[in-house]
């Protein structure tokens, strides 16, 4: 007992970081992101939306409160879930969250569309995919992205045990 508290105690003070992701990636064809109509939901309403530098916060129009974010980028992006940056041939979609209360309303459709449509009209057009990481167990929002036409392309692994690092990906 005595040595086995001696050879794990090292092992709870390291940080040990486990991450398994699907990188789903769609190829654009000039249907999304033109136009009202591609991000009304289905109660017809659309959500006010904040837009930011790399983030778009959506608010219900009824009651002010705040329905949900997602954040974007292109090209190259710090990717927290495995600590590094990452280059991307395209827009890249991250934190995509979406508030209990406003679940199940295709609001999560309605964001991807938005910050689609805004790295469109920022690009100019030039924008030919979009990739998302999402964690294995998250099946909504795997869900979510399938619905969209987003198809998980590669699987990546990530673990860390203190200062050592691996990445692998399939």
């Excluded at 790399?54 to 009824?62: G, K, L, P, V």
């Excluded at 309605?110 to 009209?121: D, G, K, P, S, Y």
């Amino acid at each position: 007992y005595r040595l086995g508290k001696y050879l794990l105690h090292p092992l709870r003070s390291a940080a040990v970081k486990l991450s398994s992701l699907y990188l789903f990636t769609m190829e654009l064809d000039g249907t999304m992101g033109r136009g009202k109509s591609a991000i009304q939901g289905r109660d017809g309403a659309d959500p006010i939306t904040a837009i930011g530098l790399n983030s778009i916060e959506f608010f219900d129009r009824a009651t002010g409160a705040k329905s949900g974010h997602i954040y974007f980028a292109c090209n190259e992006a710090y990717v927290q879930e495995i600590e590094r940056n990452m280059q991307f041939d395209g827009l890249y979609i991250y934190k995509l969250f979406v508030s209990p209360e406003f679940r199940n309303k295709g609001l999560a459709k309605r964001m991807i569309n938005t910050a689609v449509e805004e790295a469109l009209r920022r690009r100019e057009g030039q924008l030919r995919k979009v990739h998302a990481l999402v964690e294995i167990d998250n099946a909504p929002s795997r869900r979510a992205f399938a619905a969209m036409g987003f198809v998980p392309t590669k699987q990546l692994l990530y673990l860390r045990l203190g200062k050592w690092r691996r990445l692998k990906i399939r």
